[in-house]
């Protein structure tokens, strides 16, 4: 058993920070049998170090709380496996907050600083984050991440030679799994906003060619809007990865992509597939709460799927479809929660009024082995250029 001084001798802090804890019925200290004196046990101690950890992530006094009601049986290890997930969202937000800076700092030195744009780029830095998590996401729980781009790259059937735009590049994936099977004399045009994570595949390029691990001018970047830019012409693959989101003009900006092509050329289109929003809704409708919110989530991403099919069907003249199915799987309930989450933000406000509730529901959905899985399907299109006559 601790004093109040032992403890907070213990912890770094002062006594009084121990008393407002106390107060706000974070910690609760025992009496002694004899003196009535505040006594800590190692419990306590323990609960004292998750309230420290989170008052350094930056959580208020009422967000502890609550963190440790929902999770006052839980133990050690899997306390700090939550704790370090905060962690990573904290990272994510710094890492923002840092992309948005440094553009600000560039614009400043090329004296081009401008507040509406400035706001305007951080909107983007923030859609092109929650993407960049949702890949991140993909990526830990899918049973087979890595096959996805050489899947694409198989798709697109690169020769020797050929000439490539990849609009909407951004960390390079399609191009870093695949080093070794990059046929000979190809050269890539690598196009993306500023200051996304293109920027650093371009870093990383010119790293590899100064050691000799990449032939010098495979590859170029051009950073911008694309819709606004000059895309150039004479490709024989445009890949457009998991990009189209993000265009404001679909249909526009798919008859650039066709003009850009050789008569020959093929377009390689890809974007999520609505597989996961069918088990989603069907995983909602069983527990009772959020129904209208997921198929409105549902029902507003197979619109977004029609209106693009037919652009695509309508710009190239034979478009030939398939879909690559994964399994995403959870080992902790709360994983699968941020997932979902993650997927759609409109669900937070229903998910809040019983998180336990949702969690234990998902706990029931576990398979025999404790873990939680969530079918998933990716769309790719190959699309070919119609012919002038």
């Not at 009422?62 to 370090?84: A, C, H, M, P, W």
């Not at 029902?299 to 652009?311: A, L, V």
């Amino acid at each position: 058993m601790y004093t109040i001084g032992q403890l907070a001798e213990i912890a770094g802090i002062s006594p009084k920070a121990l008393r407002l804890y106390e107060k706000k019925g974070l910690l609760r200290p025992k009496r002694g049998s004899t003196n009535q004196y505040r006594l800590y046990d190692e419990e306590a101690k323990t609960v004292l170090q998750k309230i420290m950890m989170l008052r350094f992530l930056g959580f208020s006094l009422e967000q502890i709380k609550e963190f440790l009601e929902e999770n006052q049986d839980t133990g050690l290890e899997k306390s700090f496996v939550e704790q370090r997930r905060l962690l990573e969202q904290k990272k994510k937000q710094l890492e923002t907050v840092i992309s948005c800076m440094d553009k600000a700092i560039w614009e400043c030195r090329e004296n081009r600083l401008d507040m509406d744009e400035l706001m305007k780029s951080m909107k983007d830095i923030l859609k092109n984050r929650h993407a960049d998590e949702m890949v991140w996401e993909l990526t830990k729980y899918s049973d087979k991440a890595a096959d996805w781009n050489c899947f694409v790259f198989d798709e697109a059937d690169v020769q020797p030679g050929q000439r490539i735009l990849d609009a909407g590049a951004g960390w390079g994936g399609l191009w870093r799994k695949n080093w070794e099977r990059i046929p000979e004399n190809v050269a890539v045009t690598c196009i993306d906003r500023h200051n996304t994570w293109a920027d650093t595949f371009e870093a990383d390029i010119k790293e590899m060619e100064e050691k000799g691990q990449q032939p010098i001018g495979r590859f170029s970047f051009c950073f911008g809007d694309m819709e606004q830019m000059e895309l150039g012409s004479g490709y024989d693959r445009i890949f457009f990865n998991h990009t189209a989101s993000f265009m404001k003009e679909g249909e526009k900006m798919l008859h650039r992509f066709s003009d850009s092509l050789n008569p020959d050329g093929v377009f390689i289109c890809t974007w999520g597939g609505g597989m996961v929003y069918e088990q989603l809704a069907e995983w909602f409708r069983e527990y009772g709460e959020g129904i209208r919110e997921i198929e409105k989530v549902e029902n507003k991403f197979f619109t977004w799927i029609r209106e693009w099919e037919e652009w695509l069907n309508h710009v190239f003249s034979q478009v030939e479809k398939k879909l690559y199915n994964i399994e995403l799987i959870f080992e902790q309930p709360e994983d699968c929660l941020s997932f979902i989450l993650q997927l759609s933000r409109g669900l937070e406000s229903v998910l809040e009024k019983d998180k336990r509730g949702f969690l234990a529901f998902l706990q029931e959905k576990a398979d025999s082995g404790g873990r939680i899985r969530l079918k998933k399907d990716t769309c790719l299109y190959r699309c070919q250029k119609k012919s002038e006559d």
